[in-house]
T-cell receptor, first 115, second 111 residues
Framework: SQTIHQWPATLVQPVGSPLSLECTVE??????LYWYRQAAGRGLQLLFY??????ISSEVPQNLSASRPQDRQFILSSKKLLLSDSGFYLC??????????????FGSGTQLSVL | KQEVTQIPAALSVPEGENLVLNCSFT??????LQWFRQDPGKGLTSLLL???SQREQTSGRLNASLDKSSGRSTLYIAASQPGDSATYLC??????????WGAGTKLIIKP
């Protein structure tokens, strides 16, 4: 069966420090991978998605970047965190079927607080 | 531009009641609609996915319906239990294969 691991669960970082959140998927190959940010009381905002190794699409210009060094590894990074980067970050995967009728499976999330 | 709305933002009902959560969307050109559950501080769990050609999907005590022409979906929860307390989110896959999310309904089931 497929599983998705996301860590850390919580993170407190000072403004200006770097960031690295990691997500890995097991039990599937060539998944679509996603990074979302969720603000309190609001819907999810898609930050990045990837359909293959080294292929990253950015949905929103921001202080963050993403990389996919391996098929089932997705990393969210920042060189210098801003206060506005605080939020709940979610990694997700899907099987990338044609037609868009694939389910999304989410990691457990990372609560990032930038102070 | 597709917009997804979930009303109410919060709902509290006594245990055992049947209840309906609502989701509306502005553009009927969708590939599917999904309902998710999110526990506090946790990731999302997919509950049901309704393809655009379908009218409903069922899983246990959950039944989701889809009316594309009116831009509405409902999630029906039968015989609610305290363990059903969570935030329920709906999302549609639009014509550009983008997921558009509602803000969620926070459900509290009182014992």
């Amino acid at each position: 069966s497929q599983t998705i691991h996301q860590w850390p669960a919580t993170l407190v970082q000072p403004v200006g420090s770097p960031l690295s959140l990691e997500c890995t998927v097991e039990g599937t190959s060539n998944p679509n991978l996603y990074w979302y940010r969720q603000a309190a009381g609001r819907g999810l905002q898609l930050l990045f998605y990837s359909v293959g190794i080294g292929q990253i699409s950015s949905e929103v210009p921001q202080n963050l970047s993403a990389s996919r060094p391996q098929d089932r590894q997705f990393i969210l990074s920042s060189k210098k965190l801003l206060l506005s980067d605080s939020g709940f970050y979610l990694c997700a995967w899907s099987e990338g079927l044609e037609g868009g009728n694939e389910k999304l499976f989410f990691g457990s999330g990372t609560q990032l607080s930038v102070l | 531009k597709q917009e997804v709305t979930q009303i109410p933002a919060a709902l509290s009902v006594p245990e055992g009641e049947n209840l309906v959560l609502n989701c509306s969307f502005t553009d009927s050109a969708i590939y599917n609609l999904q309902w998710f559950r999110q526990d506090p501080g946790k990731g999302l769990t997919s509950l049901l996915l309704i393809q655009s050609s379908q009218r409903e999907q069922t899983s246990g005590r959950l039944n989701a319906s889809l009316d594309k022409s009116s831009g509405r979906s409902t999630l029906y929860i039968a015989a609610s239990q305290p363990g059903d307390s969570a935030t329920y989110l709906c999302a549609v896959t639009d014509s550009n294969y983008q997921l558009i999310w509602g803000a969620g309904t926070k459900l509290i089931i009182k014992p």
